[in-house]
């Protein structure tokens, strides 16, 4: 069985392939030909371990994803399997994976939701996932300038990404970041909103990618309560796990107003009807993202492998 690590999926999967991966994956979902296993969370002793999984007959791959949470850090592995034969194809370390695969589905959709001129990112965490967002989200969207607001962020964070993805990037306060913003990202582990919802600008699209948990929320009710509509990855899931969702109110948040992403991705259920709706994308990252990338890496590494041989 073949080990898959980090650096060997920085070597042979873009953040193109990622995006492809995606949109196949949810697509594949959304008309049924695909089953998604929920996030399982066993804790003791300041230990949690999570799993969650996936089923893909399309790709010929299933598998799932298992990992660690100790004060605050995660270590992921994911087991992949034929659903040709049942036999395991490959382990991978994952953390590759889940930064690749979490910002190509921001950019899946920021390209059916955000308005065609969109040219200012305001960005929320300068983290791991925070910068992989600005990378895919500059390179697939006209993006002009990217205004970053993080606290933690080193003093060369705004330089360093401005190298990166070619374009201006600039520290901002956060309500100033949120009102310019045409693009919201928020990728912190921020317990209460980060922001005031009613500065955030008509048209704007947010996507909230930072926590997944029932209890800590990035966004107010005033922004869901603006929002045209929200759209999660599987709302099974997504209704149990994130905190935005779980503590709005609900005449904030109607059930009405939830869409899921292969409906969008499928067009078969608008989420935006007008320029200047506000759309925001709630990701708390699902089984069927991690398998389907996973599947597509170790069908790159495996061919190379045997050229190479």
Request: proline residues 5%; aromatic residues 4%.
């Amino acid at each position: 069985m073949l080990h898959v690590t980090d650096a060997m999926i920085d070597r042979h999967v873009t953040a193109a392939d990622a995006q492809a991966a995606m949109l196949d994956a949810f697509r594949s979902f959304g008309r049924g030909d695909a089953a998604m296993q929920e996030r399982i969370r066993t804790e003791a002793g300041g230990v949690k371990l999570s799993t969650l999984g996936a089923v893909i007959p399309a790709q010929q791959v299933a598998g799932a994803k298992v990992y660690t949470t100790i004060a605050g850090q995660f270590s992921f592995v994911i087991l992949l399997f034929s659903t040709v034969d049942g036999r395991p194809l490959a382990s991978f370390d994952a953390g590759a994976i889940t930064r690749l695969r979490t910002a190509a589905c921001t950019v899946l959709a920021a390209r059916k939701l955000a308005t065609p001129g969109a040219s200012t990112l305001a960005l929320f965490g300068a983290g791991t996932q925070g910068v992989q967002h600005a990378l895919q989200l500059s390179a697939a969207l006209p993006l002009r300038q990217v205004l970053v607001c993080d606290p933690y962020a080193a003093p060369d964070a705004a330089d360093r990404l401005a190298s990166q993805c070619g374009i201006p990037v600039a520290f901002a306060p956060a309500e100033a970041a949120a009102s310019a913003a045409d693009i919201i990202v928020t990728a912190s582990r921020s317990t209460t909103p980060l922001f005031p919802g009613n500065v955030v600008k008509p048209g704007a699209f947010v996507a909230a990618i930072g926590s997944s948990l029932p209890h800590t929320r990035e966004l107010d009710d005033t922004l869901l309560a603006r929002a045209a509509a929200v759209v999660v990855e599987w709302r099974q899931q997504s209704l149990r796990e994130a905190g935005d969702l779980v503590l709005a109110d609900k005449a904030a948040l109607p059930d009405s107003k939830i869409v899921e992403l292969a409906d969008v991705l499928l067009d078969t259920e608008p989420a935006r009807r007008h320029a200047d709706d506000i759309v925001i994308y709630k990701s708390v990252g699902v089984g069927l993202e991690d398998v389907a990338l996973a599947g597509v890496a170790w069908q790159r590494i495996a061919a190379a492998q045997a050229v190479a041989a």
